[in-house]
């Protein structure tokens, strides 16, 4: 599945892009058609100049639908979109009600009700995405899906116009803003799909429609919602079961759970692999892996061929760069241009960043933890080697479920088996992983344990010492990215 020849644009949510051709227009009257909105005044025919769900970034000609949430009424920002220069907006009534919340006067914004703006988000996300004619490769996995877009975005953006993700846009608010971000020059869409319960992915699905798809890999990532990794499974296997027969499914042929999803898709399937002691395995490998200070060097085998050195550090950035290299050969791209672009790869921000500090190197690795991508996290720390010592602060894990103990004891174990020197637990599920270390051979006083991140900070700088090198890693709402910035400002 090619796609057509283009000119350079930046990553939309990463840097500013150049502007093209207009972007494809949305009339009131679209809006209505595609939702089932009622218009409550306004003009059909009213063309809009975007969709917003937030007055703190609004712009003037848009659209504001109004959502809801369990704390919060979308309707009582209905002024504050006004007052942003919303062209229109959609509030939430529900049949047989009444608007009672106070509305902009007779001259203000055109006004729409719907019962749910939400799903009306959805469905008139999915009906843009009728409109446009670029290839969209939908992005899933237990972890690296982020990083996965950023290195395909990254790769196809020099040769081709491209849109991606900004930042984890993964859910039904998220897909369908970033498939309004696409225009008459878009060629791509790289469109990352988050989940934690059954059918979530299913749903993104039919509102992007992809064309193409990554799945990085089946892990022990919201069991909560999920129960299981078969559960999982089943739910990252979603995408795969919705690609056409001419689009491409990109698989980590390394999961075990790959032939019961290939088994799913009718669409061309590519594997990717980290070749081991039995050899060759997937359509893309990688072997003889060197980690440096400048990153990673190995050796790509099967579909392309050759030696690739790519800035970004561990093994699981290996994989990631894997499976968007597969996705370039399924869009049909030039192998030469592609790797082009490898030596400009960027992670994103929070995803192994690493900050050089007078004395101190920080790898900062916030952004989110599961068991997968926190074993590579300790690999990667135990592979760095010229520092003094290796420094790993591990926060809570969430939504394991009835596992989280047994997970989080786990990553101890392998943390002390790794040679980690110091070992920074932080908060109240975290605790259990420092039975684990202790069992696996850390000494008490290399393993230390605080309730909350604020918590944290004290602790940790305490413990540094010239030369060494702190790997931070934990769940989103640990927010450790607060202890990384303390840790900077601290040395500035």
Request: negative net charge; charged residues 20%; proline residues 5%.
């Amino acid at each position: 599945m090619a796609i057509l020849e283009g000119t350079k644009v930046r990553i939309p949510g990463r840097s500013r892009r150049t502007r093209g051709a207009p972007v494809n227009r949305i009339r009131l009257r679209d809006v209505l058609d595609s939702t089932g909105a009622e218009l409550v005044r306004g003009d059909p025919e009213l063309e809009l100049d975007g969709v917003s769900t937030d007055t703190r970034t609004i712009s003037a000609g848009e659209l504001f639908l109004a959502l809801s949430g369990p704390s919060f009424d979308g309707n009582l920002f209905a002024d504050a979109a006004a007052r942003g220069g919303a062209a229109a907006l959609m509030l939430r009534r529900a049949e047989g009600e009444e608007l009672v919340n106070p509305l902009p006067g007779p001259a203000g914004p055109a006004i729409l009700a719907h019962p749910d703006p939400r799903r009306a988000l959805a469905d008139l996300g999915a009906w843009y995405r009728s409109t446009l004619s670029a290839p969209v490769v939908g992005i899933t996995g237990s972890c690296g899906k982020t990083t996965t877009k950023n290195v395909l975005a990254d790769l196809v953006a020099p040769i081709h116009p491209v849109v991606a993700s900004p930042s984890s846009f993964n859910n039904d608010i998220g897909v369908p803003h970033t498939l309004f971000l696409a225009d008459r020059e878009t060629k791509l869409l790289a469109v990352e799909m988050g989940t934690n319960h059954p059918g979530e992915i299913a749903m993104l699905c039919r509102v992007a429609r992809p064309t193409g798809g990554i799945i990085t890999n089946v892990g022990a990532s919201h069991l909560e919602g999920l129960g299981s990794l078969e559960g999982v499974a089943r739910e990252k296997g979603d995408l795969a079961a919705s690609l056409p027969r001419d689009g491409f499914l990109v698989l980590n042929a390394d999961c075990r759970f790959t032939p019961e999803i290939r088994g799913r898709s009718a669409a061309r399937v590519l594997t990717f692999s980290i070749e081991g002691e039995d050899g060759h395995r997937g359509d893309l490998d990688a072997c003889e892996l060197f980690f440096h200070s400048g990153g990673t060097t190995f050796r790509l085998r099967g579909l392309i061929e050759g030696e690739v050195t790519s800035p970004l550090l561990g093994t699981h950035n290996v994989q990631n760069l894997l499976a968007a290299l597969c996705a370039t050969i399924g869009l049909g791209l030039s192998t030469d241009e592609v790797l082009a672009g490898v030596p400009n790869l960027s992670g994103g921000r929070q995803r192994m960043e690493r900050i050089d500090l007078p004395g101190l190197t920080i790898f900062d690795d916030s952004y989110n933890a599961n068991p997968d991508s926190l074993r590579a996290a300790v690999r990667v720390l135990s592979g760095l080697h010229g520092y003094e010592r290796r420094v790993l602060v591990v926060g809570d894990m969430l939504e394991l479920g009835d596992l989280a103990a047994e997970l989080h004891h786990q990553i101890g174990r392998e943390a002390a088996a790794a040679g980690i020197d110091q070992l920074v637990l932080v908060g109240e599920l975290a605790r259990a992983a420092a039975a684990g270390a202790l069992e696996g051979g850390l000494a008490p006083e290399q393993v230390h344990h605080v309730a909350t991140t604020p918590e944290a900070f004290p602790t940790v700088d305490a413990l540094l010492s010239e030369g060494d090198v702190v790997l931070v890693k934990g769940s989103r709402r640990m927010h450790l990215e607060d202890l990384v910035q303390s840790l900077v400002e601290a040395r500035k």
